[in-house]
C-alpha cells in the first residue's frame, strides 16, 4: 500500500518568493508520483508528475518537483511565485492501480 | 474531448431524501473514481471501478453509500436516505489504466452536496 505525507498544511508566502512545498510518500512497490492542484470551486488539475527516467520534472508554468528516492520524497518548488498561485497542492502517488492523495497544502502568496 | 462531467453541479436537498450524483468519465478511459472532499477530512476515495467492476469500497461511509457502473460511460453515487453530515463536495475521476503509465486522473468540476 501507498501513503502521501505533505509536511504543511499552510505555506504563506510574499509575491515573487520562492517556495517550497512537501511531500514524502511511503510504498512497498514502485511508484508514480503527482502534484494536483486545485483553485477555488474547480476540481484538481494535474501540475506534474514522475513516470520514470529524469527525477527532476518540470510544469508549463514553472513548478518543479524532484523524485528523491533514498528520501522518499516529491517535493515541489518554484523560484518566484505569482498571486495566481494561490490554490491548494496535493501530492499524490499510485502503484499502478489507484491513486492516494496527501492532505494538501495551501499556498497563500501575498502581495 | 469534453473532459469528465458531473451532474448536478449544485444540489441542496433535505434530510431523508434520496440524493443520486452522475458522472460521465472520459471516453476510452477504464477507471473511474469517486472522491468526497470536506474541510475536516480533505480528499477522501470512496470507491474505485476498473473496466465497469468495483475493485475498491472500503471507502464508502456506510450503507446509506452505493455507486453503479452501469457502462463505461456513466456511473451514479446515490445516497439514501442523506444526513447533514453528508454535505461535501464530491468529485468522480477517470484514467486509462495502462501498464507504466502511472495512470493518471482527470477530475470532474465536483458536486456540491448540501444537506438541510
Redesign the interface.
Known amino acids: 500500500a501507498q501513503s502521501v505525507t505533505q509536511l504543511d498544511s499552510q505555506v504563506p508566502v510574499f509575491e515573487e518568493a520562492p517556495v517550497e512545498l512537501r511531500c514524502n510518500y511511503s510504498s512497498s512497490v514502485s511508484v508514480y508520483l503527482f502534484w494536483y492542484v486545485q483553485y477555488p470551486n474547480q476540481g484538481l488539475q494535474l501540475l506534474l508528475k514522475y513516470l520514470s527516467g529524469s527525477t527532476l520534472v518540470e510544469s508549463i508554468n514553472g513548478f518543479e518537483a524532484e523524485f528523491n528516492k533514498s528520501q522518499t520524497s516529491f517535493h515541489l518548488r518554484k523560484p518566484s511565485v505569482h498571486i495566481s498561485a494561490t490554490a491548494e497542492y496535493y501530492c499524490a502517488v499510485s502503484g499502478g492501480g489507484d491513486m492516494r492523495f496527501g492532505a494538501g497544502t495551501r499556498l497563500t502568496v501575498k502581495p | 474531448d469534453a473532459g469528465?462531467i458531473q451532474s448536478p453541479r449544485h444540489e441542496v436537498t433535505e434530510m431523508g431524501q434520496e440524493v443520486t450524483l452522475r458522472c460521465k468519465p472520459i471516453s476510452g478511459h477504464n477507471s473511474l473514481?469517486w472522491y468526497r472532499q470536506t474541510m475536516m477530512r480533505?480528499?477522501e476515495?470512496l470507491i474505485?471501478f476498473?473496466n465497469n467492476v468495483p475493485?475498491?469500497d472500503s471507502g464508502m461511509p456506510e450503507d446509506r453509500f452505493s455507486a453503479k457502473m452501469p457502462n463505461a460511460s456513466f456511473s451514479t453515487l446515490k445516497i439514501q436516505p442523506s444526513e447533514p453530515r453528508d454535505s461535501a463536495v464530491y468529485?468522480c475521476?477517470s484514467s486509462l489504466?495502462q501498464?507504466?503509465?502511472?495512470?493518471?486522473?482527470?477530475?470532474?468540476?465536483?458536486t456540491r452536496l448540501t444537506v438541510l
Open positions: 469528465v473514481f480533505g480528499l476515495l474505485y476498473n475493485i475498491d468529485f475521476a489504466a501498464r507504466g503509465a502511472g495512470n493518471e486522473q482527470f477530475f470532474g468540476p465536483g
